[in-house]
């Protein structure tokens, strides 16, 4: 319901009104929940919630515009069509950031985020909005006959979207009583390295400890696959001793193991002299410890992994510590039982790379990250959100394997497996799950893309384009 009283302000003010008003809203609402960036870096945090607050902004000067049209119904529509739309934009322009989007506020309610298979993400938030826009009618400015239309619409619309959830269910059994056949167990590590303690020389040696007691105590579960986090390694694997390391540990195993670490060298097909850029890889060893295959982060962070527009930009590093990674080409599937692809950190966020790596092959997705860079705070709870619609979207199991933050299973109605099937955040440990080994149906989203964002945009556009009426004539009216 939180639209409503937003909405209810923006019938009762000017365009420009509208704009601060909701530009206001947007600095409280990206100020409360993203506080943590300050957590990496404070002068960053400031500018971030000012551009994205933009979008509420942008979206409370269009509502207005809407709200104050003649026809009863356009606002029905074109409100929640506009906020897709922007959060579309949101996620795209300037590198993207789809963090908090609205329908992450749902993530809990199973049969609802169904609606995922068929619209991506975006539908959720749609119907959030539709919800909204039709109390806020009952409450103030039109006649009994347009309320109960506004409401039956948005009421059928609720139900069909919960009936198709329930139905989408059935072919999932619980994760709590899943028990396929055939099976390929992997097995998580969340090692809760300190942030403050990943890249200090003085720790290295614990931290190797950290992780060779965890695979001490995997390697009794008999897993067919180890993961571990992003950048888990201390250290480049060009390294000799790093290399002699794992591979000694990866022998030990008796299992294939994919670890995040950074890699020097050149990506084929880039151009670049060996040695000369970095990346943030996840590489899969086989059980001897050699390289099978390797993927290096496409979609780098910005102002985190690299400093775009550097010729303009580039004295920021001054200021404070940024990685300077260069992006991957490859969209690697990794072949095994079952062919999986890897999203390292924020890369979950974007919808488009999940399905493009379903397409590609993957049967199930992994996540590794490091959310321990925003310490105890929520964007570890935050960032899960974002892979329990990648699942759903797709129909595909989840890992996530963090250093520290939430490490477990999503299953592919979106479902968390309890423990051991995740890990308490902040918490050393191991988890463990059998996905099953069946063939996978490709939903809507999977084979049509984001085509309701898309169709979301151009009816924002199309409002835009058309003659809206004056703010006089459509008081009067």
Same mark, same amino acid.
């Given at each position: 319901?939180?639209?409503?009283?937003?909405?209810?302000?923006?019938?009762?003010?000017?365009?420009?009104?509208?704009?601060?008003?909701?530009?206001?809203?947007?600095?409280?609402?990206?100020?409360?929940?993203?506080?943590?960036?300050?957590?990496?870096?404070?002068?960053?945090?400031?500018?971030?919630?000012?551009?994205?607050?933009?979008?509420?902004?942008?979206?409370?000067?269009?509502?207005?515009?809407?709200?104050?049209?003649?026809?009863?119904? !356009?606002?029905?529509? *074109?409100?929640?069509?506009?906020?897709?739309?922007?959060?579309?934009?949101?996620?795209?322009?300037?590198?993207?950031?789809?963090?908090?989007?609205?329908? &992450?506020?749902?993530?809990?309610?199973?049969?609802?985020?169904?609606?995922?298979?068929?619209?991506?993400?975006?539908?959720?938030?749609? *119907? #959030?909005?539709?919800?909204?826009?039709? *109390?806020?009618?009952?409450?103030?400015?039109?006649?009994?006959?347009?309320?109960?239309?506004?409401?039956?619409?948005?009421?059928?619309?609720?139900?069909?979207?919960?009936?198709?959830?329930?139905?989408?269910?059935?072919?999932?059994? $619980?994760?709590?009583?899943? &028990?396929?056949?055939?099976?390929?167990?992997?097995?998580?590590?969340?090692?809760?390295?300190?942030?403050?303690?990943?890249?200090?020389?003085?720790?290295?040696?614990?931290?190797?400890?950290?992780?060779?007691?965890?695979? $001490?105590?995997?390697?009794?579960?008999?897993?067919?696959?180890?993961?571990?986090?992003?950048?888990?390694?201390?250290?480049?694997?060009?390294?000799?001793?790093?290399?002699?390391?794992?591979?000694?540990?990866?022998?030990?195993?008796?299992?294939?193991?994919?670890?995040? *670490?950074?890699?020097?060298?050149?990506?084929?097909?880039?151009?670049?002299?060996?040695?000369?850029?970095?990346?943030?890889?996840?590489?899969?060893?086989?059980?001897?410890?050699?390289?099978? $295959?390797?993927?290096?982060?496409?979609?780098?962070?910005?102002?985190?992994?690299?400093?775009?527009?550097?010729?303009?930009?580039?004295?920021?590093?001054?200021?404070?510590?940024?990685?300077?990674?260069?992006?991957?080409?490859?969209? !690697?599937?990794?072949?095994?039982?079952?062919?999986?692809?890897?999203?390292?950190?924020?890369?979950?966020?974007?919808?488009?790379?999940?399905?493009?790596?379903?397409?590609?092959?993957?049967?199930?997705?992994?996540?590794?990250?490091?959310?321990?860079?925003?310490?105890?705070?929520?964007?570890?709870?935050?960032?899960?959100? $974002?892979?329990?619609?990648?699942?759903?979207?797709?129909?595909?199991?989840?890992?996530?394997?963090?250093?520290?933050?939430?490490?477990?299973? #999503?299953?592919?109605?979106?479902?968390?497996?309890?423990?051991?099937?995740?890990?308490?955040?902040?918490?050393?440990?191991?988890?463990?799950?059998?996905?099953?080994?069946?063939?996978?149906?490709?939903?809507?989203?999977?084979?049509?893309?984001?085509?309701?964002?898309?169709?979301?945009?151009?009816?924002?556009?199309?409002?835009?384009?058309?003659?809206?009426?004056?703010?006089?004539?459509?008081?009067?009216?």
């Amino acid at each position: 319901m939180a639209f409503v009283p937003w909405i209810l302000s923006l019938k009762e003010c000017t365009p420009r009104q509208a704009f601060g008003r909701s530009y206001l809203l947007g600095l409280i609402f990206f100020g409360g929940t993203m506080w943590w960036v300050g957590c990496v870096a404070i002068p960053g945090v400031i500018p971030l919630v000012a551009a994205l607050a933009l979008y509420f902004a942008a979206w409370g000067w269009f509502a207005n515009k809407i709200l104050l049209h003649p026809a009863p119904y !356009t606002a029905f529509l *074109l409100l929640p069509a506009s906020w897709v739309a922007l959060e579309y934009l949101r996620s795209h322009l300037l590198s993207g950031l789809g963090w908090n989007l609205l329908a &992450h506020t749902q993530w809990n309610w199973i049969p609802l985020i169904q609606l995922a298979g068929l619209t991506g993400v975006w539908g959720v938030s749609f *119907l #959030v909005v539709l919800v909204n826009v039709a *109390l806020s009618v009952c409450v103030k400015g039109v006649g009994w006959r347009v309320k109960g239309i506004n409401l039956g619409i948005a009421g059928v619309s609720l139900c069909a979207a919960l009936f198709y959830g329930s139905m989408a269910l059935r072919q999932f059994p $619980a994760p709590s009583t899943l &028990h396929p056949s055939p099976v390929l167990k992997v097995a998580l590590l969340q090692g809760n390295i300190p942030q403050t303690q990943k890249w200090d020389d003085a720790f290295e040696e614990a931290i190797w400890k950290r992780y060779e007691e965890l695979m $001490a105590e995997t390697v009794k579960l008999q897993p067919d696959l180890i993961v571990w986090p992003e950048t888990a390694v201390p250290g480049y694997l060009e390294d000799f001793r790093v290399a002699e390391r794992l591979e000694g540990i990866a022998r030990s195993a008796g299992a294939e193991m994919l670890v995040g *670490l950074p890699t020097e060298g050149s990506v084929p097909g880039t151009g670049t002299v060996p040695g000369t850029d970095v990346y943030n890889s996840a590489l899969l060893l086989d059980r001897e410890g050699k390289e099978k $295959a390797r993927y290096s982060k496409i979609h780098l962070v910005p102002f985190g992994e690299f400093i775009p527009f550097k010729p303009v930009l580039g004295w920021l590093k001054k200021f404070y510590p940024v990685a300077d990674f260069a992006p991957g080409k490859e969209w !690697t599937v990794f072949q095994g039982t079952v062919p999986f692809s890897v999203l390292v950190c924020f890369e979950d966020l974007f919808p488009e790379m999940a399905r493009r790596f379903v397409r590609e092959g993957a049967g199930w997705l992994l996540v590794i990250t490091n959310d321990a860079w925003f310490g105890r705070s929520a964007a570890s709870i935050q960032h899960l959100q $974002a892979s329990v619609f990648r699942a759903v979207e797709n129909e595909v199991w989840v890992g996530r394997a963090a250093n520290t933050g939430w490490t477990g299973f #999503v299953d592919p109605a979106g479902r968390r497996l309890p423990p051991p099937g995740q890990i308490p955040r902040f918490k050393a440990g191991v988890a463990v799950a059998d996905l099953p080994v069946v063939a996978r149906k490709e939903t809507l989203y999977t084979r049509w893309g984001d085509w309701f964002p898309i169709l979301c945009l151009g009816l924002t556009g199309l409002a835009l384009i058309m003659k809206a009426p004056d703010d006089g004539n459509s008081r009067s009216a």
